[in-house]
């Protein structure tokens, strides 16, 4: 131990707080930055799922959670794709049932998922400079209610899922209903029209 030296200490002042993660403002406009209504998964645990997990335990990892969208993940954490509860809740299932003719309790989460290759995604520096409208611009062009976003280490390329857009978390924030297959509106003020309607 002759190689440390012990550091000073001091005595805890009163009325001292604690630092904690940033929360999400409240309420945001279309023109709030789009960091606003991210979740960041540096702060958020992102809720996951094994690929052999059956949907019905999936979705209700999903209501326990509070959280409409699972990220599929194998060992170390390799993201092989998406789950929501709109697939789960959807015709898929049904259609595995009929097809091979197995009971809808023995659906793995592995047979309806959006495999990775198909999932859509947005880059962290986009966002960084985007607008809310900007987000719920393209959600709605995607039609999609979610939109995963990466961060690319500019050395290596490696992808790295950071955060998560949801159009029922911006919805809140915003205070209106985030709607993505509403009718093509292309400009931020058409959308900033659709919402005050």
């Known amino acids: 131990m002759e190689n440390y030296a012990a550091f000073s200490c001091h005595l805890l002042t009163e009325g001292i707080t604690f630092i904690h993660p940033p929360k999400l403002p409240e309420l945001v406009g279309l023109d709030s930055p789009a960091l606003d209504v991210m979740t960041d998964f540096r702060y958020v645990q992102p809720v996951t799922v094994e690929p052999n997990t059956s949907i019905d335990d999936a979705l209700e990892e999903m209501k326990s959670k509070g959280v409409r969208l699972l990220l599929v993940v194998e060992e170390e954490e390799k993201i092989i794709g998406v789950i929501t509860s709109k697939i789960i809740l959807g015709e898929e299932p049904i259609r595995i049932v009929e097809k091979n003719r197995i009971p809808r309790a023995e659906i793995t989460v592995s047979m309806v998922m959006t495999p990775q290759s198909e999932v859509t995604v947005i880059n962290l520096i986009s966002v960084r400079n985007a607008k809310v409208g900007h987000i719920v611009a ?42 993505p297959a509403m009718p093509a509106a292309q400009t931020l003020a058409e959308i900033k029209q659709q919402l005050e309607q």
Request: charged share 25%; proline share 0%.
């Open 138 to 179: 393209t959600l709605r062009k995607l039609n999609r209610k979610h939109l995963l976003v990466i961060d690319i280490d500019k050395t290596t390329g490696k992808q790295d899922v950071c955060g998560l857009f949801s159009t029922s978390q911006i919805g809140r924030q915003l205070g209106v209903m985030v709607v």
